[in-house]
């Protein structure tokens, strides 16, 4: 792994970047048909961007650990087709805006082999890529494209926020039979948490109870969730109990778990880094609306980014982001 870890009864700490080239390292360990490709991901080239794969060409070699050219139309359309051929692809889109150059690949073709050949063929790839805004790069590298996959039938969207699931997400992701979309955050990914040792696949489209409330659901995922922990520390300071419901998968999503905690707190709030027009946020709001009308004790609240670009100047960018404040003016407008 890229930096060291530290290991404690059973538990190590490790950020979630570490998270994920462990996970890489376990699946290449296990199974001889995981390939990683992308652009840099080669040990010659530095290990990928963000230091993810180093180790993973000198271990297992140049013709499974493979740099690409700057082509995320070419990575995608030969991650299908090792696919197709019987390997699992990871194939690495270093930043989330750049997977527009493959949407053709991922939409047209990934998502719908397996429906337009009757089953016949299967497509196991997993798509990691890297997102969000907070460090100062802009409308062309920061954008939360999430919804348009989850719109997307024939893919799973997965969005972890914290180390142990980066690591047991994505070893799920890569035995998936079906295209997974890895989003990393870029708040999250270099955040230490504990994982355990023996970490193993966690299922998707489970949802996690980050914490317990009883006044208030507040729905999330990706880096989202440390801002909804940091809103229901201080909402507790003014007596408000604030239930975090962490989604990790996008689609499918948790739905059963969402129901359930926004039926014993009777109200919700769903917060995301997406944009709040026509944005994921909108989906879940409208189905604890639909399934628990009458049932509530206030409309259900949404956040998210404005109808805008990410912008460059960090004052800007705070501003853009929805912050604590935010969620907790949400919170106390269907409180009262």
């Not at 190590?12 to 699946?27: D, I, N, P, R, Y």
């Not at 000198?58 to 050219?69: I, N, Q, Y």
């Not at 196991?124 to 954008?143: C, E, K, M, Y």
């Not at 027009?277 to 399934?291: K, L």
Request: glycine content about 10%; some cysteine.
């Amino acid at each position: 792994m890229s930096t060291q870890t530290m290991e404690t009864a059973g538990m190590v700490k490790m950020t979630g970047q570490q998270a994920v080239s462990a996970a890489l390292f376990q699946a290449m360990a296990e199974d001889s048909r995981v390939l990683v490709f992308g652009e840099d991901v080669a040990d010659r080239e530095g290990g990928g961007v963000m230091g993810t794969t180093k180790g993973l060409s000198a271990k297992f070699g140049d013709l499974r650990v493979r740099s690409t050219p700057i082509a995320e139309q070419s990575i995608m359309g030969a991650a299908i087709g090792a696919a197709m051929a019987g390997y699992k692809p990871v194939a690495e889109i270093m930043l989330m805006n750049f997977i527009t150059v493959a949407m053709d690949m991922v939409v047209n073709h990934a998502a719908k082999l397996r429906f337009m050949s009757g089953g016949q063929s299967q497509v196991p790839i997993v798509i990691r890529t890297l997102t969000g805004a907070g460090w100062q790069t802009a409308g062309q590298h920061s954008d939360h494209f999430e919804g348009w996959f989850a719109h997307t039938a024939g893919i799973k969207v997965v969005a972890p926020s914290a180390p142990a699931d980066y690591k047991g997400l994505l070893l799920s992701a890569i035995q998936d039979p079906d295209p997974v979309l890895f989003i990393e955050n870029s708040r999250t990914l270099f955040v230490p948490g504990e994982v355990a040792a023996d970490q193993g696949p966690i299922p998707l489209g489970k949802a996690k109870v980050v914490q317990d409330g009883r006044d208030v659901t507040l729905v999330t995922y990706s880096g989202m969730v440390q801002t909804c922990v940091a809103a229901a520390a201080e909402l507790a300071k003014e007596g408000i109990s604030a239930e975090v419901v962490d989604l990790r998968t996008l689609s499918p999503w948790d739905k059963d778990a969402v129901l359930a905690s926004a039926e014993k707190t009777g109200r919700a709030v769903v917060v995301t880094e997406a944009l709040r027009h026509f944005g994921p946020g909108a989906e879940i709001a409208a189905t604890i609306q639909e399934e628990l009308f009458g049932r509530l004790k206030a409309p259900v609240r949404r956040l998210g980014a404005p109808y805008c670009a990410v912008p460059f100047a960090k004052a800007l960018e705070d501003a853009y982001l929805v912050q604590p404040a935010d969620v907790m003016a949400a919170v106390k407008g269907i409180m009262r």
